[in-house]
Nanobody, 124 residues
Framework: QVQLVESGGGSVQAGGSLRLSCARSTVTLSNYCMAWFRQGPGKEREGVAAINRYDSVRYADSVKGRFTISRDNAKNTVYLQMNSLKPEDTAMYSC??????????????????WGQGTQVTVSS
């Protein structure tokens, strides 16, 4: 089964940037739909960004223009570049994978494999 490991979280001031990574060498992640979810204090988990098997991407409205999801197939790694961070971006960020998902489901929690998460804290 797919095992995912996230890294790159940390604490930054508002306006700063972080790049999260999701990797595992046991499978080829380019054959999967991949997504980043987050859950902030007192909030429900929400889909932030997703990329499908054809490298088409979609984003939550709250992060469009600031976050970018991408793959590096040579490293078998998926990234989430986060720029212009805001305090409301503070959350535990988790990586997820599914063998196949319809376009309309990419930002929903219909994924079979989940990482343990990495904490992102943004201070004002």
């Amino acid at each position: 089964q797919v095992q995912l490991v996230e890294s790159g979280g940390g604490s930054v001031q508002a306006g700063g940037s972080l790049r999260l990574s999701c990797a595992r060498s046991t499978v080829t992640l380019s054959n999967y739909c991949m997504a980043w979810f987050r859950q902030g204090p007192g909030k429900e988990r929400e889909g932030v960004a997703a990329i499908n098997r054809y490298d088409s991407v979609r984003y939550a409205d709250s992060v469009k223009g600031r976050f970018t999801i991408s793959r590096d197939n040579a490293k078998n790694t998926v990234y989430l570049q986060m720029n212009s961070l805001k305090p409301e971006d503070t959350a535990m960020y988790s990586c997820a994978a599914a063998r196949a998902l319809a376009w309309s489901l990419l930002l929903t929690p219909n994924y079979n494999n989940w990482g343990q998460g990495t904490q992102v804290t943004v201070s004002s």
